[in-house]
């Protein structure tokens, strides 16, 4: 069989990441094309096509690609489509549900399999990672939002219509909690994603007049990058933000554990480069809510792979299924 590669494709809000991969999941090549330059999905699908034909290039070119894979948030793995991704700006003729596998496969002519980002992510953990050897487990990203991927007896989790697994919308404020992009107020994500650390950073700051050495950036500009290296410097209120958002994921993490029993919670992100910092206040609030039968048994552990791989890794896992 001549065609022994596959394509993975990560799509981010900001970023969509590419690489080709053989059957022993070493990524030969890759690349990067913005995701937020187009607001008609069609000429995005346009650059990611030249992009793939760039990648098969490497390998001899597109008949020796079996097929592509893509994990996007909002995908849909039953229906091949992107249904309302609120990080996402592609409007155009579809508005809420784009046939996002279809549009790809009619600029290749290639055959497409695509799942929500955060389940590329786990079956790239699984198949690569630091979930290596395991049948079940959660995998969390930290992101400009925050996804999962649930995997029970190896099985990613899909539920009936496609979408399961939408945990960074898990409701942990009910009263005045915190706008989010899905419309309602107090989801997970909007206190421990890149996006709500920096939220937590403003709102700390404006509440107290504590020096600190993120009164040096501008307001409306700070980073969860910028929290992360206040904190790694030693500065008070980068420390406490870092508190405030582990101690927000173990609880959430605490209730998660009793759904599916999991061997581990794999945390994978931008502000797993904050280890202990993050990690510590986490375990103390998962130790303190999660029920005693598990107390001390989960494993909290940060994706070895790089950030861009074990999505590109992941979603090429479902081009080998097609
Ligand atoms: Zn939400």
Request: net charge negative.
């Amino acid at each position: 069989m001549n065609r022994k590669y596959v394509i993975g494709v990560d799509i981010g809000g900001q970023t969509s990441k590419l690489g080709v991969v053989d059957a022993r999941g070493n990524i030969l090549s890759q690349s990067t094309i913005r995701t937020d330059t187009h607001e008609d999905v069609q000429l995005y699908v346009r650059d990611l096509a030249a992009a793939i034909r760039d990648l098969a290039e490497h390998v001899g070119g597109m008949s020796f690609v079996r097929g592509i894979g893509i994990g996007v948030p909002m995908g849909n793995y039953y229906l091949g489509t992107v249904e309302n991704a609120s990080n996402l700006k592609w409007g155009g003729e579809w508005k809420g549900s784009i046939p996002l596998a279809e549009l790809v496969t009619r600029e290749t002519g290639l055959p497409v399999a695509l799942t929500n980002d955060a389940n590329a992510a786990a079956m790239g953990e699984m198949a690569y990672g630091a979930a290596r050897g395991m049948k079940d487990f959660i995998m969390i990203t930290l992101g400009t939002g925050v996804g999962s991927g649930i995997v029970v007896g190896g099985n990613v989790v899909y539920g009936h219509d496609g979408f399961a697994g939408e945990l960074g919308h898990v409701v942990m404020v009910h009263e005045g909690g915190r706008q989010c992009g899905c419309g309602r107020c107090g989801c997970l994500e909007t206190y421990t994603s890149a996006v709500g650390v920096a939220r937590t950073a403003r709102q700390l700051l404006a509440e107290s007049e504590q020096p600190s050495l993120l009164r040096s950036v501008d307001a409306d500009a700070i980073t969860s990058e910028d929290v992360c290296k206040a904190a790694l410097q030693g500065d008070a209120v980068a420390i406490d933000i870092f508190n405030f958002t582990g101690d927000m994921l173990g609880k959430a993490l605490a209730n998660f554990v009793a759904f599916s029993s999991p061997e581990a919670i794999i945390l994978f992100g931008g502000l797993t480069k904050a280890g202990d910092l993050l990690k510590k206040p986490l375990m103390e609030a998962l130790d303190r809510y999660v029920l005693s039968l598990w107390r001390g048994k989960i494993k909290v552990e940060f994706s070895e792979l790089p950030a861009s791989d074990a999505a590109i890794l992941g979603a090429s896992a479902l081009a080998w299924e097609l």
